[in-house]
């Protein structure tokens, strides 16, 4: 996401060693995670939110009734096509004429 990678992570943590202290570090470390954890929670509800109002579920279940019709489609057109072929590839029997 930010693309940092360990060198740059382990940087920030001696840093903040330094500047916090070893006795207040956990209590940072914890006020920190409890504040992602309440983002989190909040974009989690707000994109329920947001997709309760926009139909997202009807919007899926159209798009998956799209998909399954049009593989239908397909495999009715696959079907048509060997029949056809083998329709062609069969001689035709002469039927008797009533003279």
Do not use: C
């Not at 504040?35 to 926009?54: H, N, P, T």
């Amino acid at each position: 996401m930010f693309d940092i990678g360990f060198l740059e992570l382990l940087l920030i943590a001696l840093i903040t060693l330094v500047v916090m202290g070893p006795e207040r570090l956990p209590e940072a470390i914890r006020t920190l995670s409890l504040w992602i954890g309440r983002l989190k929670q909040r974009f989690a509800s707000a994109r329920q939110e947001l997709e309760k109002e926009v139909g997202m579920d009807d919007i899926r279940h159209q798009l998956h009734n799209e998909q399954v019709l049009r593989e239908l489609e397909d495999q009715k057109n696959e079907l048509e096509q060997s029949l056809s072929s083998s329709d062609s590839s069969q001689p035709i029997k002469s039927q008797p004429t009533n003279d």
